[in-house]
Structures are given as C-alpha cells and as structure tokens.
C-alpha cells in the first residue's frame, strides 16, 4: 500500500518477506529504511504480518528477484527510519528495560489470523483491585469458618504469604514452591519457612504431580485468601489452639489432618464467592473494587473495527455481569453505546470448564434485563445467553479453534481447557506481572553478581577436581600427572592444595546459597520470583504458561499500541547445549588437544 515517511517521501510496503522484516522502498528504487511489521500494522491497518519464510523463500535474495536487500542501515537511512516509527508513536531505539505492560509470546500467534476473541470476565475485563477484593473474600470466608465454630479471631490476611502458582500439600499442610520438573525448592509449613534440610527430608524422593489429589495448584487470584487463611489454621491445629479453642458446631472429627481443613477452608470460600454477600458488596460500589482503564474499551474498539468478532464468556451470572460491565466500561464508549455492544455474543453462567469439555449443556437466551431465561437451541450474533458450550460458539461465528483466541486468567478453567480440548489460541492475563517484570529489572544486579560468583565458583571446582583426580591416580599407582605440562607435585602438597580449594568453594557456595535465598525478595518476600525457581529454571507455575497459554499479558489493555493485526513472536528456546556458555579451557597435550573443555559455567 502507498504512504508517506515523515521525511514526505513516498513509499510502498512490499509483500516480500525478508529475514521476518517487511521492507519499503522509495519510487526512485533505493532502501530508505526497514519497516517492521508493527509499523505496518501502525501505517497500514489491513496489513497482516508475513508468514515465516520458508528455506526456498529464503533463496529470493538472490539475482532472479532483482532485489539487493541493504545488509548494514547507513545513517540517512537510520535516520528516516527512526522519524518513520516515531510518526507512528512506535519507539524507535531499543528498550533499555523489560516492558511491564508488554504482551509476551511462549508460541507465535499471528492476530491477522484471529476471527474470533473471546474474553473472560473476572480478573480479566474487570480488573479488580487484589488487595481489596481478596481482604473482603478473606473476611466473608473467616465469617463463614466462625459460624462453624473454628477459633479465627486474631487472624488476618497476609497478601505476600501466598501468590498465584504456590502448591498446597494437603497432606503435610504446606506450601510449596516447584520447578518445572515437579522439584520442591521452596516451602513453609504454615506460616514458618521450611529449611533447605527439610525440604530434602521430605520432598527429596518425590516430585509434584498435579495429577494426585494430593496437591492443590492455586491458579488464580482468587487463591490468596484461601492459601492465606489455610496456612494461618494450620499454625493453629499445630499448637492445638483450633481443637482447644473451637465453639460449637465445630466438628473435631471433619477438622483433625491437614487435609480435612483444607476442605474445610476451600469450601468455605466457595461460600464467601458465590453465596455469600461479597457479590452484593461489589455491586452496590463497583469503583472501589475495580481498577478503571479506559485503554481496554480503546483496544476491544480497535478490535471490532478489524473485524474481529468479539464475545464475553463468564461465569457470573447476568445481574453481577451487568452491573459491574455497565458501570466499567459505558462511560469509556461513544455516546450512545452500550457494552453489550462491544460484544457479537454474550454467554453468562458458562460453568467453566464444563463449557469447554461437553457438548450437552442447556442453553438459555436471556429474555429480560431483569435475568429471566427461555430455553433456547443455539447461540446467535448480537444476543445474550447462559449455559451452553464452546462448539456452539465456533458454530455460531464458524471459526475453527485456530482462529479463536480465548483470554482469561484461570491457568485451567480458561487457557488449559481451552487449548487442550480445542486447540483454541490462548492469552492468559497475569495481573501481577507487572511487578513481576519490573522486579526483574530492578533485580538485574543481583543475578549478574550470582552469575559471576557462580563462574568463579566453577572454576575453583574445576581445578579442585582436576587436582582430586591426579591425587588418586598417583596413590592407586597410575600416573596423575600426565596431563600436566608442570613438574608432578608431591601428594602432600596436593592433599594442601585440596584443602585450600575446598574451602574456598564451600566458602563461595555458602555465600551462593545466601543470594539464592535472597534474590527476589523485593518482587515476594517469602517466594521470590514468581517465573522462578531456582536461579536458572523457571517455575511451575511457568511451565503451565508456556505449555497452555500461547501469550500472556497483564491486562487487556496492553493489546492496544500492538494494533489488532500484530504478530507476537516466540523467542527461540535455548539448549543446554546450544548457549554461550563461559568455559574453562584445559590443555591435554597428552590427547592432542590443544583447548579442551574441563567444565562449564552452570547454576542449580
């Protein structure tokens, strides 16, 4: 398509891929600049991001295609190109940090591709505030667990104590943090912080399996109060204050283990969410429990108008739905409009994941604003049901799982569901992460100063071994000094150096092992950082991200300066053996080789 740079040379974008830039150039046949695919999207609406190009695609560059792409940007040509994306509000140097609002990508997802987008709505489209929607779920939930008679008086919620990804051991009444492989590299008992030695003590020959009933993912929000106030009562049942102190109607016998109170507390913040009064609190005030961004109404508008079909698919039922969605986002639209137009299709009461698992639900078309129901047959654009199924939705836009994205903040009900039985695109929405990605940031000096030690720790243990290694060789009578181009050393003074050396990796190793306990203590003073666990591997919690959710983000609105059009790419994954590692090189002129590699830099 024709345009104009900021310097008023006309251009037109070529269709032609190139190393995944779409490349402009001027009437007069030279390369002013390279245009990226989000300046297209900026300059160009319509335009939709070029596929990959494939291996013979790839041969393009050569003379049958006329083109001879620039391989270095002279400084005019960075120049135009730096006013080009500055004229369509795109920043034109290189971040010098993590965007926290960024939208990031486990697989490429191509929105040029989408059809269709589903949203869900609960910590997602309405952005509640945690701290205060979790304090009053707190409350209704401990309200309800003292008219049962449980002794919580004193008790109060801890924000930090429990954050979205921690596993509950019902069984020893702990909180774990995992690995990606199921490892447990942090935990509390309670309220009290497990040790390294008892962590290895009871976790040590077993590995977390979601699968077992055992143990519970809490993967939501919604999870602090409960994970809060669960750890809380287990300090009690510990000192026996919860038998000690309980009023009638308390049932010691339903209430004696670990995991009979954690039944306990979770069905009572089923209680405080859905039949209790914490609802009716939001309604009658829904500002003070709802961040209020007028960017998301901007982003689902530009969404409509690339022709996007849009639908909320909620659990709530419709008398919450409509009040908290009416009282959001009618004062962000154009005059006129209501929310309800926002959307081609609006399904409350889903029962998610049921929604996504059966096609034998009820549907019901909403037949009154009131909330009364008749029983209807399918779903149909530009009305309002509940009940139904996630193939009714496909049928009805006719869209194949491919060209729907579903967003929402439930790891399993939204993103797992979805994509595992679908094979819907998926966007999970990670309300924390922001702190999460600024936390990395501001933590950046810390892990360069890990890496480091962990560099010089290696290399002492390298030598450490080497010397181990030669010592043992000459005392069982075989040559250890062969590989050495120094005269041999007596074993005494090998047994000295040994010494020396193993005191200083314990040394170093203990000052590891005091970062490590340390590092991320500013984004969560008792977990860390959220995406991790350990310094080099990467959570649980994570591993269920980039196994279900194509991308992730913070808050719908941060779709809004990519443009409906965008294509969010995957970085490329990296091996264990495909890394710029720092090594040690050795010579072992006994084998020929001149550099050979003795050990290489590494972190647990």
């Not at 106030?229 to 300090?235: G, I, K, R, S, W």
Request: one cysteine or more; proline letters at 4%.
């Amino acid at each position: 398509g024709a345009g104009t740079s900021a310097s008023g040379a006309s251009v037109r974008v070529s269709q032609q891929p190139l190393a995944m830039r779409t490349v402009a150039r001027s009437s007069a046949g030279v390369w002013p600049f390279i245009l990226t695919a989000a300046a297209c999207s900026a300059l160009h609406p319509p335009f939709r991001s070029p596929r990959a190009p494939t291996r013979s695609r790839m041969a393009f560059l050569s003379a049958a295609d006329g083109i001879t792409p620039p391989t270095l940007l002279t400084p005019q040509k960075t120049r135009d190109l730096r006013e080009l994306l500055e004229g369509a509000n795109l920043q034109a140097e290189t971040p010098s940090t993590l965007p926290p609002k960024g939208v990031f990508a486990t697989r490429s997802l191509n929105m040029g591709e989408i059809k269709c987008i589903g949203y869900d709505m609960d910590y997602t489209l309405i952005d509640y505030k945690m701290e205060k929607w979790e304090e009053r779920a707190y409350h209704y939930c401990k309200e309800h667990l003292r008219s049962k008679g449980f002794p919580v008086s004193g008790l109060h919620l801890d924000p930090e104590l429990v954050c979205r990804g921690i596993i509950v051991d019902t069984e020893q009444g702990n909180l774990l943090k995992a690995d990606r492989f199921g490892y447990v590299r942090r935990g509390m008992h309670g309220t009290k912080q497990l040790s390294d030695e008892k962590i290895r003590a009871e976790y040590s020959q077993e590995a977390v399996d979601l699968r077992d009933s055992r143990w519970v993912f809490l993967n939501t929000m919604f999870s602090v109060s409960e994970g809060c106030l669960y750890a809380q009562l287990v300090d009690r049942l510990d000192s026996g204050a919860l038998l000690a102190d309980a009023q009638p109607p308390f049932d010691a016998v339903r209430c004696s283990s670990y995991s009979q109170l954690y039944q306990a507390v979770s069905k009572a913040l089923y209680k405080a969410h859905v039949a209790s009064r914490l609802k009716d609190e939001v309604m009658q005030d829904p500002l003070s429990f709802v961040h209020l961004d007028p960017a998301t109404c901007e982003a689902l508008l530009d969404q409509r108008d690339a022709g996007k079909k849009l639908a909320l698919v909620t659990n709530s039922d419709w008398v919450y739905t409509q009040k908290v969605m009416s009282s959001i986002y009618n004062p962000f639209l154009p005059a006129g409009m209501d929310w309800t137009n926002l959307f081609d299709l609006v399904v409350v009461s889903a029962c998610k994941p049921e929604f996504f698992t059966t096609d034998r639900r009820p549907v019901y078309e909403l037949a009154t604003e009131d909330g009364y129901l008749r029983q209807h047959f399918r779903f149909e654009e530009g009305k309002i049901f509940a009940g139904g199924n996630a193939r009714m939705l496909q049928k009805c836009f006719q869209v194949t799982g491919e060209e729907i994205l579903y967003v929402g903040d439930h790891i399993f009900s939204d993103v797992n569901m979805a994509k595992k039985g679908l094979r819907w695109r998926t966007c999970l929405i990670m309300q924390e992460l922001e702190k999460e990605v600024e936390g990395l940031s501001l933590g950046l000096e810390k892990q360069n100063a890990i890496r480091q030690l962990f560099s010089v720790r290696n290399q002492h243990a390298a030598v450490l071994n080497r010397l181990r290694n030669d010592l043992t060789k000459r005392l069982n009578g075989r040559d250890g000094a062969g590989n050495s181009a120094s005269p041999p050393r007596s074993a005494e003074d090998s047994r000295k150096d040994i010494e020396t050396l193993q005191g200083t990796v314990e040394a170093l190793n203990d000052e590891l092992d005091q970062l490590l306990r340390e590092e991320g203590g500013h984004v969560n003073k008792y977990w860390g950082y959220m995406s991790r666990a350990g310094f080099a591997d990467t959570s649980h919690l994570m591993r269920q991200i980039q196994k279900y959710a194509d991308i992730y983000t913070s808050r719908v609105s941060n779709f809004l300066p990519y443009t409906p059009y965008a294509l969010f790419s995957s970085p490329r994954h990296a091996l264990a053996h495909d890394m710029d590692y720092s090594q040690i090189f050795v010579k072992s002129t006994s084998y020929g080789a001149e550099n050979s590699t003795a050990s290489s830099r590494g972190a647990s």
